[in-house]
């Protein structure tokens, strides 16, 4: 009886045992389930690039034309016949130089005249303020002869005005390049009498696609050449770039030279403009698509240990899918270049692409 009991006994703690083990395995397997299941969830797979130096193309050529550095028309600003005429075609002519003169016979009767009705109001003036003084006059005839005597001022004023206009002069130094009259002929107020260019200095035109547009800045160097002086070369300066694109998405750039030699670039004249610079040094890009749309400054997410972390950057040029990185990333750091939208600071991820530089 008493081998049963202990033998009951025994069996019991083995059993108890067995249970307990169980137990134990199985609550390491659920906890080991649960952790690979968590870990999964949380890994948001992207696709990623890393930042690294670019050396973008030293060479851009284009070809352009030449306009004048500045262009104006001389109006005539008094009707009447060309009494005079100074200039001719090709004329050099200065700023303020005289031009022409239009019949200033009927303007300057009328000054003479205006003149002399200017005299008599003053005297009439003077002479009832002294009536008034002696109580002789009203102050109702002072004040309407003292209004009469401001508008004889005025137009005496405006008839001296219109004498002048009729000489015409030049707005600018430079050449005539445009004789629209003759002497002797009537020319009405506002006529076009000629067209003046200055090329002294010159622009040169080009269109830039808008990658180049980004690539040129004001003051950058350019050399003008012409196929007319094959050996000789001209320095100038990007003094415009259009800040906004034509319907073919080209930019107007305005390179302004020099023109010494007796003005040896013509206007119109097609010329090649060389914006290429020697030794250009490596900068430090990364994907345009590494930029985060919505963020109001530029912003990427880096990796590092899996995890991700938004960070703000200075951009520079723009070199098409590249951008120019200033500061805010140092090369060799990881950057996201798709999956952003599911991301936030903290994020884990998995790298689906074999993209990134190792």
């Given amino acids: 009886m008493k081998r049963k009991y202990i033998t009951g006994i025994v069996l019991f703690a083995i059993v108890v045992l067995i249970v307990v083990r169980l137990y134990i395995n199985k609550k390491e397997i659920n906890e080991k389930s649960k952790g690979e299941t968590n870990t999964t969830e949380l890994q948001i797979p992207v696709i990623v690039d890393t930042v690294a130096l670019y050396s973008p193309s030293s060479t851009l050529k284009k070809t352009g034309n030449v306009a004048p550095f500045k262009q104006a028309v001389a109006y005539a600003s008094s009707p009447g016949n060309i009494t005079k005429l100074t200039f001719d075609l090709g004329t050099f ?51 309407q002869l003292r209004l009469d005597h401001i508008d004889a001022q005025n137009q005496v004023a405006q008839l001296k005005k219109q004498v002048g206009d009729t000489r015409i002069l030049a707005p600018i130094s430079g050449i005539v390049t445009e004789k ?35 690539q040129i800045k004001k003051k950058d160097l350019a050399n003008i050449t012409s196929e007319v002086f ?48 020697g030794n250009i040094e490596s900068v430090q890009t990364i994907s345009r698509e590494a930029l985060l749309e ?34 805010g990333l140092s090369t060799g750091e990881i950057v996201v270049v798709s999956g952003q939208i599911n991301l936030s600071n903290g994020t884990i991820v998995k790298i689906t692409n074999s993209k990134s530089k190792k």
């Fill in 294 to 327: 919505n963020a109001q400054v530029p912003t990427v997410y880096i990796v590092k240990d899996n995890k991700v972390a938004s960070r703000r950057i200075l951009t520079g040029k723009d070199f098409g899918d590249k951008i120019e990185v200033l500061s």
């Fill in 93 to 143: 002519v200065s700023a303020g130089q005289l031009m022409a003169i239009t019949d200033p016979q009927k303007p300057t009767i009328d000054l003479q005249n205006a003149i002399a009705k200017e005299k008599k109001l003053k005297n009439e003036l003077d002479t009832y303020i002294e009536l008034l003084a002696g109580k002789a006059s009203t102050q109702e005839k002072v004040n």
């Fill in 180 to 214: 629209k009259i003759e002497q002797g002929v009537y020319v009405g107020s506002g006529t076009e009498i000629s067209t003046i260019v200055d090329v002294k200095k010159v622009k040169v035109q080009v269109y830039l696609t808008e990658a180049e547009a980004f």
């Fill in 230 to 277: 094959p050996d000789k070369v001209f320095k100038g300066r990007v003094t415009y770039i259009s800040p906004q694109g034509d319907a073919t998405h080209s930019y107007l750039t305005e390179i302004t030279i020099d023109n010494p030699d007796n003005n040896l670039l013509k206007s119109g004249a097609f010329v090649y403009a060389d914006f290429s610079q």
